[in-house]
C-alpha cells in the first residue's frame, strides 16, 4: 500500500519549458488535490477534483492545468514555466462522501526550480 | 471568505516545556478542522480531525481542543523529536470544499 506517490521528486526547468508532475494514488479516494508551498507560507491550493472527470479550480490556478481520467491519477501540466512558479508541490488525496472528507493524505512533494 | 491564522508564526522551547499553538478561523460554518505535522523536506502527516465545538483528541503529547471560533495543540512535556512545522487546516460546510490551510507555526524543542 504506497499511499500517495508523486514524481519526479525533485526537477530544473528552464523559462517557458512545459512540464507534468505526476500524483497516484492507491487508496480509492475519489477526492486529491495539487497544492504548492511557498518557503514560509503554507499550502495554497491549485487545483483539485472530487472524482474522474470532474476538476475545479483552486486559489492560484494561473499556469497551471490538470486532467483526471481515473480514480487513481491526477497529473498536473505546467506549460510555459515561469520563475514564479518555483516551489514545492504537494499532491494530496481524501474520501469525501456527502460533503464531509476524511483526512487528507499527502505525497512526498515534487520540488521544483524554474531558471 | 474561509481564512485560517496560526500563532506564533515560530515557538522555542526547552525540552520539558509545555506550551500551545493557536488556529483560528473563519469559515462559512465548519465541517472540520484538522491538524498536521510536517518535517522539513517532507509532505504533511495527519494527526487529529476535529468536527464540533467541546471536541478534543489526544495523542502522546499532543491534545487538540475546538471552540467555535479557534483550536488549541497543547504539547505538553515536549522533546526534541516533536520538532516540526504544525499546520491547521479547515474544511467549510458547503459544497465540495476542499482543505483551507493555515500557515503553520514552525515549533524547535531543544534538549
Known amino acids: 500500500n504506497a499511499g500517495v506517490t508523486q514524481t519526479p521528486k525533485f526537477r530544473i526547468l528552464k523559462i517557458g519549458q512545459s512540464m507534468t508532475l505526476q500524483c497516484a494514488q492507491d487508496?480509492?479516494?475519489?477526492?486529491m488535490y495539487w497544492y504548492r508551498q511557498d518557503p514560509g507560507m503554507g499550502l495554497k491550493l491549485i487545483y483539485y477534483?472530487?472524482?474522474?472527470?470532474?476538476?475545479d479550480k483552486g486559489e492560484v490556478p494561473n499556469g497551471y492545468n490538470v486532467s483526471r481520467s481515473t480514480t487513481e491519477d491526477f497529473p498536473l501540466r505546467l506549460e510555459l514555466a515561469a520563475p514564479s512558479q518555483t516551489s514545492v508541490y504537494f499532491c494530496?488525496?481524501?474520501?469525501?462522501?456527502?460533503?464531509?472528507?476524511?483526512?487528507?493524505?499527502f505525497g512526498q512533494g515534487t520540488r521544483l526550480t524554474v531558471v | 471568505e474561509d481564512q485560517v491564522t496560526q500563532s506564533p508564526e515560530a515557538l522555542r522551547l526547552q525540552e520539558g516545556e509545555s506550551s500551545s499553538l493557536n488556529c483560528s478561523y473563519t469559515?462559512?460554518?465548519?465541517?472540520?478542522l484538522f491538524w498536521y505535522r510536517q518535517d522539513p523536506g517532507k509532505g504533511p502527516e495527519f494527526l487529529f480531525t476535529l468536527y464540533s465545538a467541546g471536541e478534543e483528541k489526544e495523542k502522546e503529547r499532543l491534545k487538540a481542543t475546538l471552540t467555535k471560533k479557534e483550536s488549541f495543540l497543547h504539547i505538553t512535556a515536549p522533546k526534541p523529536e516533536d520538532s516540526a512545522t504544525y499546520l491547521c487546516a479547515v474544511q467549510a460546510r458547503s459544497g465540495n470544499t476542499p482543505l483551507v490551510f493555515g500557515k503553520g507555526t514552525r515549533l524547535s524543542v531543544i534538549a
Open positions: 494530496a488525496s481524501s474520501y469525501g462522501y456527502r460533503g464531509k472528507n476524511t483526512e487528507a493524505f
Open positions: 477534483s472530487v472524482g474522474a472527470g470532474i476538476t
Open positions: 487508496m480509492n479516494h475519489n477526492y
Open positions: 469559515v462559512s460554518g465548519l465541517r472540520g
